[in-house]
C-alpha cells in the first residue's frame, strides 16, 4: 500500500485534491518532505470530549460510572484505545444490552488489555532497532517515569549508544523528554505502551531485570536509603527474593511510621505476607514477630477489628515470648489495649498498658516506659480517671528526654507533642479552660512536617470544646475549619471523624441545630462504616442527644442519650456517659418526669465528682437551679414543667 499511497501523492501535485491521510506515531516515507505536505499532530481527548465519546460506545446508565471514569484512565485520551477497552469487555460478556445502551453485569476487578491494542503497540516495538527495544524494556520495569542514571546503571550499555536509542524512543514516539530537560528524565508517552512493553519480557529476564533495578536503586540512593527503601521492596519481591523484599519494606514501615501511620500499616502488612512463607530463622521470625506487633500498634486507626487484632497479638506474643525479647512484648500489650479501647473497654486499655509499663520495667527499658506511660495517659483519658491521666501526663512530659530515637521510630509518632496537645485537652475537661491555651498553642505552631497529623488534630478538637463551655461561636468555627483541613489533606478516615464531630459541636455551638443534627448522624455513619475513630462515639452521641434537645425534638433526644449511655457504659468511657446523663435529666425534666430527672442528674454528679470533667458541671448546676426553682413553687398536681419555658442550656451560662 505504501507504493499505492505515494502514486497518489504524486499525481494531486497541481490539481485542487485534498488527499488526507492518517497513521500511527512513528511512520516516516520519503513524500513527507514535498513542498505542499503538512502534517497535524492530534493530540489525546480532553475530559469532556473523552466522556462525550465513551457516552456513545457504553451509554449512561449509573452502573457504568465508574468504568467509564477507569477507561477514561487508563486510555489517557486515546480515542482508539478507549473503544477497544470497551469492545474487549463486551466481547468477555461484561455488559448487558447493546452497544450505546449497555448495563453492567457485575463488578469488574481489572479491565484486560484488548489484543487488537496489544498488536498495534507491539508491532510498533518490533520494528526498534535492538538497543533501543532493550532498552524501551529496561525503562517499563522502572516504572512511567524513567531517570537516565537508572537505566545507564541497569543496562550496562555506553553512553552515546543509550542515548541514540532514546533519541529512537523519542522519534517513535513512545518516550518523552520530561522537563527539566538537563536531568535525563524519560516517561512513557502512554501507560497503555509501558504495559505492552513490559509484558513481551521472558519471566526470567522480567526478574533479572527488577532485580538489577533493586540493586541499582540502593546503590544510586545509599545517601537516602530508608526513603527509598518501599520502591527497593517492590522490585525486590518482582525479582524472587522475598526475604530481602521483607527487611525492606520494614525498613520502609520504620521510616514512614511517624509521618504516615496508614502506609506504615499497610507496609507491615506486607512484611508478614512475605515472612510467614518462608523457612523459620531467628531473621524471619524476628520480621514476623515485629510485622504482627506493628499490625496491632497502628490497626486502631486503620479499623482492624478487635477479634483479628487478638490474633495477630497472640502471634506477636509467642515469637517475642520464644525469643526472650521482653522489650516487645511490653510495646504489644500497650497496642492491643489501645485497639481494644476503640470497640471494647477503655479499662480494659488502661490495664494492658500498665502490664506493659510492668514488663517494660522488668526488661530494665526506662525509654520503653516512658513510653508507655504516655500510652497510659491516653487510656486513663478514655476511661476518665481525668486527674489520674493529668499526673500521668506530667510524669512521662518530665522523662520525655529518655526516650530513644528507635521507640520512637518503632510505635510511629513523637512523644512531646503528643503529651502537649493531651495536656491541654486534659486542662479543658478539667475545667482549667485559660491553662489549656499555651499547651494547644504551642502544638498548632509546631512545624506539620515533623509531628504526625493527629497531634495537630487535638489541639483544634479541644479548643471547639472550649468554644462550647464558653459560647464563642468565631473560635469554634476556626478550629471546625482547621480540623476539616488538616483531615482533608491526609485523607485519614480516624481523623475525618473527629473533625466531622468537631464540625457537628461547633454547630451546636452557633445554634444551628438542625445543620448539628445532620453533620453529627453523618460522622456516626461514617465512622461505623470506616470503624475508624469508635472510641469517639460515645461523645459523638452524647453530642447528638443535646442537638435534639436543643432544636426540640426529645423524642430522638431521649433515643440518642440513652444509645451514648449503653455505648459508655460498655466501654466504660465515664466522661460521655456523665454528658448524656446530664442531658437524659434535662430531657426528662422537660417532659414532666421531675424524680426520674433528679435520680439522672445524681447519676450524673456522681460520675463528674469521679471523673473530674467539669466541663460538665455548668450544665448539671443549671439543670439543679431548675429543678430546685421548679420545687419551691406551689402548684397543682396535674401542673408540670412548661417545655416552652425550660432552659435551653447548653453549658456556656
Not at 236 to 251: K, N
Not at 340 to 361: C, F, N, P, Q, W
Not at 414 to 429: F, K, N, S, V
Request: include cysteine; aromatic fraction near 6%.
Amino acid at each position: 500500500s505504501e507504493e499505492f499511497v505515494e502514486a497518489i501523492v504524486d499525481a494531486v501535485v497541481g490539481t485542487k485534491t485534498l488527499l488526507l491521510l492518517n497513521f500511527r506515531p512513528g511512520y516516516v516515507a520519503p513524500w513527507m518532505q514535498r513542498s505542499h505536505y503538512r502534517q497535524i499532530s492530534l493530540g489525546p481527548l480532553q475530559g469532556a470530549e473523552a466522556s462525550e465519546l465513551l457516552s456513545g460506545l457504553l451509554g449512561d446508565d449509573s452502573s457504568l460510572a465508574l468504568l467509564s471514569r477507569n477507561i477514561a484512565e487508563r486510555a489517557q485520551g486515546n480515542p482508539f484505545f478507549m473503544e477497544e477497552l470497551v469492545n474487549s469487555l463486551a466481547e468477555r460478556g461484561d455488559f448487558e444490552g447493546q452497544r450505546g445502551a449497555y448495563r453492567l453485569k457485575a463488578g469488574i476487578d481489572a479491565i484486560p488489555l484488548p489484543p487488537t491494542v496489544q498488536a498495534v503497540l507491539s508491532a510498533r516495538i518490533d520494528r526498534l532497532a535492538e538497543t533501543s527495544r532493550q532498552l524501551l524494556q529496561i525503562a517499563a520495569v522502572v516504572g512511567r517515569e524513567v531517570p537516565l542514571a537508572i537505566l545507564q546503571s541497569v543496562a550496562g550499555l555506553p553512553a552515546n549508544d543509550i542515548a541514540e536509542a532514546l533519541l529512537q524512543l523519542r522519534r517513535a514516539e513512545l518516550l518523552y523528554e520530561l522537563p527539566p530537560f538537563s536531568d535525563g528524565v524519560h516517561g512513557f508517552l502512554h501507560p497503555l505502551i509501558q504495559e505492552v512493553a513490559y509484558q513481551s519480557l521472558l519471566q526470567g529476564r522480567r526478574r533479572e531485570l527488577h532485580g538489577a533495578l533493586a540493586r541499582a536503586l540502593a546503590e544510586l540512593f545509599a545517601d537516602r536509603a530508608d526513603e527509598y527503601a518501599a520502591l527497593v521492596a517492590f522490585h525486590l519481591e518482582r525479582a524472587g527474593d522475598l526475604l530481602a523484599a521483607a527487611q525492606s519494606h520494614a525498613r520502609a514501615a520504620m521510616w514512614i511510621g511517624a509521618k504516615d501511620p496508614n502506609q506504615a500499616y499497610r507496609s507491615w502488612m506486607k512484611v508478614r505476607e512475605l515472612a510467614i512463607n518462608q523457612p523459620r530463622s531467628e531473621q524471619v521470625d524476628w520480621l514476623r514477630m515485629a510485622a504482627s506487633g506493628q499490625i496491632v500498634n497502628f490497626g486502631w486507626r486503620e479499623g482492624l477489628p478487635a477479634e483479628e487484632a487478638r490474633l495477630y497479638f497472640e502471634e506477636a506474643r509467642e515469637l517475642a515470648l520464644a525469643a526472650g525479647n521482653m522489650r516487645a512484648n511490653a510495646m504489644m500489650h500497650a497496642g492491643l489495649g489501645r485497639l481494644l479501647a476503640v470497640r471494647g473497654s477503655a479499662d480494659d486499655y488502661v490495664a494492658k498498658v500498665t502490664e506493659g509499663i510492668e514488663l517494660a520495667r522488668q526488661a530494665g527499658d526506662p525509654s520503653l516506659e516512658v513510653m508507655l506511660t504516655a500510652g497510659l495517659c491516653h487510656a486513663l483519658r478514655l476511661s476518665g480517671r481525668l486527674t489520674r491521666a493529668l499526673e500521668v501526663n506530667i510524669e512521662a512530659t518530665n522523662r520525655a528526654h529518655e526516650v530513644n530515637k528507635h521507640h520512637r521510630t518503632v510505635l510511629g509518632f513523637d512523644i512531646e507533642p503528643w503529651l502537649t496537645a493531651l495536656r491541654g485537652q486534659l486542662l479543658i475537661m478539667l475545667g482549667h479552660g485559660d491553662d489549656a491555651r499555651s499547651y494547644l498553642d504551642r502544638v498548632i505552631q509546631m512545624d506539620t512536617e515533623h509531628i504526625n497529623a493527629s497531634d495537630h488534630m487535638v489541639p483544634s478538637i479541644s479548643y471547639i470544646d472550649l468554644a462550647w463551655v464558653e459560647g464563642d461561636v468565631r473560635l469554634a468555627e476556626q478550629h471546625a475549619e482547621r480540623a476539616t483541613s488538616i483531615a482533608t489533606r491526609s485523607g485519614n478516615p480516624y481523623l475525618l471523624t473527629y473533625a466531622m464531630a468537631g464540625r457537628g459541636l461547633s454547630l451546636i455551638v452557633a445554634g444551628k441545630y438542625s445543620a448539628a443534627v445532620e453533620e453529627l448522624n453523618s460522622g456516626l455513619d461514617f465512622a461505623r462504616r470506616r470503624k475508624a475513630g469508635l472510641e469517639y462515639e460515645p461523645r459523638m452521641l452524647a453530642d447528638l442527644a443535646n442537638a435534639y434537645r436543643l432544636k426540640g425534638d426529645f423524642v430522638a433526644a431521649v433515643r440518642a442519650a440513652d444509645e451514648a449511655i449503653e455505648v459508655s457504659t460498655t466501654r466504660h468511657t465515664r466522661v460521655a456517659e456523665s454528658f448524656a446523663r446530664i442531658l437524659r435529666a434535662h430531657i426528662l425534666f422537660a417532659s414532666g418526669a421531675l424524680k426520674e430527672a433528679e435520680g439522672e442528674l445524681a447519676r450524673a454528679e456522681k460520675l463528674i465528682e469521679e471523673t473530674g470533667a467539669t466541663i460538665y458541671a455548668q450544665l448539671a448546676r443549671d439543670l439543679k437551679a431548675d429543678l430546685q426553682s421548679y420545687a419551691a413553687v406551689p402548684r397543682q398536681p396535674a401542673d408540670g414543667p412548661k417545655l416552652a419555658t425550660v432552659r435551653r442550656s447548653n453549658g456556656a451560662s
